[in-house]
Nanobody
Framework: QVQLVESGGGLVQAGDSLRLSCAAS????????MAWFRQAPGKEREFVAV????????YYVDSVKGRFTISRDNVKNAVYLQMNSLKPEDTAVYYCAADVQIGPFRWSPNGAEYDVWGQGTQVTVSS
């Protein structure tokens, strides 16, 4: 089973950019649909973005469309979240998650559908 380790979080000002990385162990990374979720203090975990196994299809929550970009490198076993024009409401712990799939791409914004989670990385955006 793949193991996930996030990095790249930090404290930035509104309007700044950050790039989160999620490094995966194991030899079957390309068989996983990968996603980013976030959880702000006192709030439920929220889906942010998902990417298909070959990187050709992505989906985003409406609040980040046009600002965030999810990508993956199946050679480096990594998934990324480029976050631009950050807002204070983007402040949260960001988690990457993996869903092993066989067959046609499918995805869900429900975290319960994902098999493996990283430990999270804190992103704080000051106004």
């Amino acid at each position: 089973q793949v193991q996930l380790v996030e990095s790249g979080g930090g404290l930035v000002q509104a309007g700044d950019s950050l790039r989160l990385s999620c490094a995966a162990s194991g030899r079957t990374f390309s068989s996983y649909v990968m996603a980013w979720f976030r959880q702000a203090p006192g709030k439920e975990r929220e889906f942010v973005a998902v990417i298909s196994r070959n990187g050709g299809t992505t989906y985003y929550v409406d609040s980040v469309k046009g600002r965030f970009t999810i990508s993956r490198d199946n050679v480096k076993n990594a998934v990324y979240l480029q976050m631009n024009s950050l807002k204070p409401e983007d402040t949260a712990v960001y988690y990457c998650a993996a869903d092993v799939q066989i067959g046609p791409f499918r995805w869900s914004p429900n975290g319960a559908e994902y098999d493996v989670w990283g430990q999270g990385t804190q992103v704080t955006v000051s106004s």
